[in-house]
């Protein structure tokens, strides 16, 4: 398994923008498929977007297609989620997760490591 860890995470106001990072050690990155999912208070764990293991295949979910935008950078262990014209209901934490396969998943139980998540509060 990968070690992960969220940052970027904050208190924005709706239209704004946000960059999360999730650096990863332990094992090789590149192996790797990687996601975002986020838990909002009082609902379930969703999904936010997954990219492959090289980059070149992403994956969004319906709410934030065309808003964010998933990258990452494997030379340095790290994936990304540049949020755009974000609203209130973006509000969650924000995990990032890793599997060891080369394609993408959009079911959390598909993925074998999970960081401890960042907090992003959007205000109207």
């Known amino acids: 398994q990968v070690q992960l860890v969220e940052s970027g995470g904050g208190s924005v106001q709706a239209g704004g923008s946000l960059r999360l990072s999730c650096a990863a050690s332990?094992?090789?990155?590149?192996?790797?498929?990687t996601g975002w999912f986020r838990q909002a208070p009082g609902k379930e764990r969703e999904f936010v977007a997954a990219?492959?293991?090289?980059?070149?295949?992403?994956y969004y979910a319906d709410s934030v297609k065309g808003r964010f935008t998933i990258s990452r950078d494997n030379a340095k262990n790290t994936m990304y989620l540049q949020m755009n014209s974000l609203k209130p209901e973006d509000t969650a934490v924000y995990y990032c997760?890793?599997?060891?396969?080369?394609?993408?998943?959009?079911?959390?139980?598909?993925?074998?490591?999970w960081g401890q998540g960042t907090q992003v509060t959007v205000s109207s």
């Open positions: 990219i492959n293991w090289s980059g070149m295949t992403t």
């Open positions: 997760a890793a599997r060891q396969y080369a394609f993408v998943a959009s079911v959390g139980d598909d993925y074998d490591s």
């Open positions: 332990g094992r090789t990155f590149s192996g790797y498929a």
